[in-house]
């Protein structure tokens, strides 16, 4: 425990700078209005944050304060896929467990079926369920495009589970009216921004490892985290913009491809 309390004191820059604090604060504003844009809908305000907001709040500012991003300083106690998922979606899972809504199974399999197979791959590629080892690209063939596709179908499941209206903090039901923006809360907007970054480690591997010729590893630490930021927010845009069939064709094939190179990598380990 004292270890613990010790290396939080040291690392009061990730809570309050970066990746925590005042920039996930901005990055979020930024990815609700880029994801408003690209999806033609008029983005609602954040309410003020009051005392009965602080538990959506705090679950994914956790998460993006431990994100292994550089330049931030390292921090001892990195978060795994499964911990940091269940951050993210704490206050839609506490709705759920509460039974204040109605839960839709095929919905939810739907949103989150492909999203939980991206994890799956990417925690299979690099035997490991923690957040830090996305950063690194395996060497097989096999494991390397089990990553690469794995990421590819986080990212392409998450226009579904943040655009959903349902998603939204007070959810929805049959016959309601008009559906909310469902980025409108500051909590909502820093778990889309957890997910958009979880997904974006591993293209940052891939970039890291390419940009080793050219870049030291402080100027890769300082200038591939927004550069690949910027290249994970146009798929998302591009992706909202496609016709909703292309949207489905799209997921199915990054679903099928990741069977196949889970199947493969599991044959290549068995023989």
Same mark, same amino acid.
């Given at each position: 425990?004292?270890?613990?309390?010790?290396?939080?004191?040291?690392?009061?820059?990730?809570?309050?700078?970066?990746?925590?604090?005042?920039?996930?604060?901005?990055?979020?504003?930024?990815?609700?209005?880029?994801? @408003?844009? *690209?999806? #033609?809908?008029?983005?609602?305000?954040?309410?003020?944050?009051? +005392? $009965? !907001? %602080? &538990?959506?709040? =705090?679950?994914?500012?956790?998460?993006?304060?431990?994100?292994?991003?550089?330049?931030?300083?390292?921090?001892?106690?990195?978060?795994?896929?499964?911990?940091?998922?269940?951050?993210?979606?704490?206050?839609?899972?506490?709705?759920?467990?509460?039974?204040?809504?109605?839960?839709?199974?095929?919905?939810?399999?739907?949103?989150?079926?492909?999203?939980?197979?991206?994890?799956?791959?990417?925690?299979?590629?690099?035997?490991?369920?923690?957040?830090?080892?996305?950063?690194?690209?395996?060497? @097989?063939? *096999?494991? #390397?495009?089990?990553?690469?596709?794995?990421?590819?179908?986080? +990212? $392409? !499941? %998450? &226009?579904?589970? =943040?655009?959903?209206?349902?998603?939204?903090?007070?959810?929805?039901?049959?016959?309601?009216?008009?559906?909310?923006?469902?980025?409108?809360?500051?909590?909502?907007?820093?778990?889309?921004?957890?997910?958009?970054?979880?997904?974006?480690?591993?293209?940052?591997?891939?970039?890291?490892?390419?940009?080793?010729?050219?870049?030291?590893?402080?100027?890769?630490?300082?200038?591939?985290?927004?550069?690949?930021?910027?290249?994970?927010?146009?798929?998302?845009?591009?992706?909202?913009?496609?016709?909703?069939?292309?949207? #489905?064709?799209?997921?199915?094939?990054?679903?099928?491809?990741?069977?196949?190179? %889970?199947?493969?990598?599991?044959?290549?380990?068995?023989?």
């Amino acid at each position: 425990m004292i270890e613990l309390l010790a290396a939080l004191g040291q690392a009061w820059p990730r809570l309050l700078l970066y990746p925590g604090g005042l920039f996930a604060l901005g990055a979020s504003w930024m990815l609700c209005r880029w994801l @408003a844009w *690209v999806s #033609r809908q008029r983005p609602a305000c954040a309410g003020p944050v009051t +005392l $009965a !907001s %602080l &538990p959506g709040l =705090l679950p994914p500012m956790i998460v993006l304060a431990l994100m292994p991003l550089a330049p931030a300083r390292g921090f001892p106690y990195g978060l795994d896929l499964v911990v940091a998922l269940g951050l993210l979606e704490w206050p839609y899972l506490r709705r759920g467990i509460a039974g204040s809504e109605k839960v839709d199974r095929m919905l939810l399999l739907r949103m989150y079926g492909p999203l939980l197979l991206a994890g799956g791959g990417m925690a299979e590629a690099n035997a490991s369920l923690g957040l830090s080892n996305l950063l690194t690209v395996p060497e @097989a063939p *096999v494991a #390397r495009g089990l990553l690469l596709a794995s990421a590819l179908l986080w +990212l $392409a !499941s %998450l &226009p579904q589970i =943040l655009m959903n209206p349902c998603a939204a903090e007070g959810g929805c039901s049959a016959g309601d009216g008009p559906k909310e923006w469902p980025l409108a809360s500051l909590a909502a907007r820093l778990r889309a921004l957890g997910l958009v970054l979880i997904g974006m480690l591993a293209l940052l591997g891939f970039a890291s490892v390419h940009s080793e010729p050219w870049l030291t590893a402080t100027q890769a630490g300082w200038l591939l985290p927004p550069l690949v930021g910027v290249v994970t927010a146009l798929l998302l845009g591009v992706q909202l913009r496609m016709a909703p069939w292309l949207q #489905r064709f799209y997921v199915g094939l990054l679903v099928v491809l990741v069977v196949v190179l %889970l199947v493969s990598k599991s044959v290549a380990w068995l023989v």
